[in-house]
């Protein structure tokens, strides 16, 4: 009696901690956008920081506020952090997402890379779910990936070669892949938080998106 009534109280707190993860993911994506669209009306301030000012500002904005989050993972100021951090990722996506509205064909591409994102994401996290399966076994995989995908975009930074951004970007499109697996499975069978695996989710799915959004504007050939 018990076993089985220890069985239901961790069976429940897998359950909690499910609806509150993806509660949260859910709203970090509503956030994103309202942070695109307020983001939208200040493209030129932005944009005048200059390419290399631009990037500091976003970079340090955008991981000390997702920092913040990680070390009050347990009490509310990670909730709140949480939602600044999916914020200003809208906020600083907002000059990539003016150019792609200007253009008819980034347009298209863009609705393309965002119902294949939908399409992974949601195989990828079913599979997981019905097959319970436990992809902990690919981290260490999924880790060195990481650190090449990291190093090619920082060549990539100084040195525009189509070459090097199609093959990062396909190496992208499958690590993120590899992630949501990874991530999903650490959801089911570590002691996690919400706003941790939130947080991993959030940017799997980001990422995803851009790494598809890159190679499917690559394959067009579109500027």
Do not use: C
């Amino acid at each position: 009696m018990q076993i089985q009534t220890t069985q239901t109280q961790i069976e429940n707190r897998k359950t909690d901690l499910l609806v509150k993860t993806y509660g949260l993911l859910s709203l970090g994506f509503l956030l994103m956008f309202v942070g695109a669209v307020v983001g939208l009306k200040f493209v030129p301030q932005m944009l005048s920081l200059g390419k290399w000012g631009f990037l500091i500002v976003s970079f340090l904005v955008t991981i000390g506020s997702m920092m913040i989050a990680l070390f009050n993972q347990k009490n509310v100021l990670g909730y709140i952090f949480f939602g600044v951090f999916t914020f200003v990722v809208g906020f600083f996506d907002a000059p990539a997402i003016a150019v792609i509205f200007s253009s008819p064909a980034l347009y298209e591409i863009f609705k393309q890379a965002f119902i294949l994102t939908a399409l992974i994401t949601g195989s990828l996290t079913a599979y997981v779910f019905i097959t319970k399966k436990d992809f902990s076994f690919i981290g260490g995989f999924l880790f060195v990936g990481l650190i090449l995908v990291v190093i090619m975009a920082i060549i990539g930074l100084f040195w525009e070669n189509r070459t090097l951004h199609f093959v990062m970007s396909g190496m992208g499109a499958l690590l993120f892949s590899g992630f949501i697996l990874y991530d999903t499975s650490r959801l089911l069978y570590e002691k996690s938080t919400p706003v941790e695996i939130a947080i991993a989710l959030f940017l799997d799915i980001v990422n995803l998106f851009w790494m598809l959004f890159n190679l499917l504007n690559i394959l067009k050939g579109e500027d």
